[in-house]
Structure formats: structure tokens, C-alpha cells
């Protein structure tokens, strides 16, 4: 039995269908773990959001619902807060350009590879809790041969999980 699609459902129901946060998450990680070794696409989540995987791996995740973006996440990383003017300068040359934004923040300066990772780990990761709370499962899942994202900025679905288990306090997300 496959998903609409397309994913086996058969881990799914393995998964307590109760609404807990993690239980949520786990639900929404197993339509990752599901897809075919190797799979590079977007997971749609309707107009609520999208995944963007390569090899199985997330790249970038959004949810409409999320009031914290990823420019507010890598501003605050440093005391003072970066400028936004100048991140948003630099996000709106590499739109232009097509050069990835990881790559030109840090060859800027304005951020490490460190912080852009952990930056990149918690914005994703936050964007999967409000995907997985929100109930909505993916619609479509697009294939692409497209791949190019630096290993190093992308995270397994069991790193995101691990995620939810490094905070003190899952009141906020509750």
C-alpha cells in the first residue's frame, strides 16, 4: 500500500498516531525515510510548505506558518545582531546571481561555516515541527537530477529528531 504520494505506508502505522510532538514528527520523518535511497525532489506539503531533499536528506524546509526566518536566525547568532540590511544585501545578490546564500554569507564573513549550519539546523528543523503539528502530509513529491547542496548544510532525519530531544523544554512547541 503506497501513499497518495506515492511512499509506502507501511512504516507509518508503526508510528503511534497520538498528538504528541514527537509522535508528529516521527509521522512526517518516515514519508523521508520511505522514498527510495538516493531520492532528490521537493516534498509538497500543499501551499502549508515544502521539503527540499537530496539523497534523502534535508536541504531547505519552509512552512507558511513560521514567524522566524532564516535572516532573524543568522542576525542573532552574533552579539550585536548583524546587520539586516546587509544579510538581506547579500541574499539579494545571490538571487540574482544564483550563487547559494550558505556560500556567500560565509564568504563574506558574516557568518562561519558553524553558524550557518547550526542556523541552517535550526530553521529547518523548526519548519518540520510546524509542518508536523500543523497534521497536513505531503501531496507531491517532484524528482529532480538537480543536486549541488553541500553535504555538510543537509541533515538526516534522524539529526532532526535528535533535534527535538536536545531541548530542555518542549512547552514552547506543545
Known amino acids: 500500500m503506497t501513499s497518495s504520494v506515492g ?62 526566518r532564516l535572516t532573524d536566525i543568522l542576525r542573532n547568532q552574533s552579539t550585536p545582531p548583524l546587520p539586516r540590511e546587509r544579510v538581506e544585501q547579500i541574499y539579494r545578490r545571490c538571487k540574482e546571481s544564483g550563487t547559494p546564500i550558505g556560500e556567500a554569507l560565509v564568504a563574506s564573513g558574516l557568518a562561519t ?25 505531503p501531496d507531491a513529491f517532484v524528482p529532480h537530477l538537480k543536486t549541488g547542496y553541500d553535504p555538510k548544510f543537509s541533515f538526516t532525519s534522524c539529526e532532526v529528531l535528535a533535534m527535538l530531544g536536545s531541548f530542555d523544554d518542549l512547552a514552547p512547541w506543545m
Request: charged letters at 15%; aromatic letters at 4%; one cysteine or more.
Open 7 to 68: 511512499v509506502p505506508t507501511r512504516m507509518l502505522s508503526s508510528i503511534p498516531a497520538s498528538p504528541g510532538l514527537v509522535a508528529s514528527v516521527q509521522r512526517l520523518l518516515a514519508y523521508i525515510d520511505d522514498l527510495p535511497a538516493g531520492a532528490t525532489g521537493a516534498l509538497h506539503f500543499g501551499d502549508q510548505g515544502v521539503i527540499l531533499l537530496e539523497s534523502r536528506k534535508v536541504c531547505w524546509a519552509v512552512a507558511r506558518s513560521m514567524r522566524i
Open 113 to 137: 561555516e558553524a553558524g550557518l549550519r547550526a542556523a541552517l539546523f535550526k530553521h529547518n528543523g523548526e519548519a518540520i515541527v510546524a509542518l508536523a503539528q500543523s497534521g497536513i502530509v
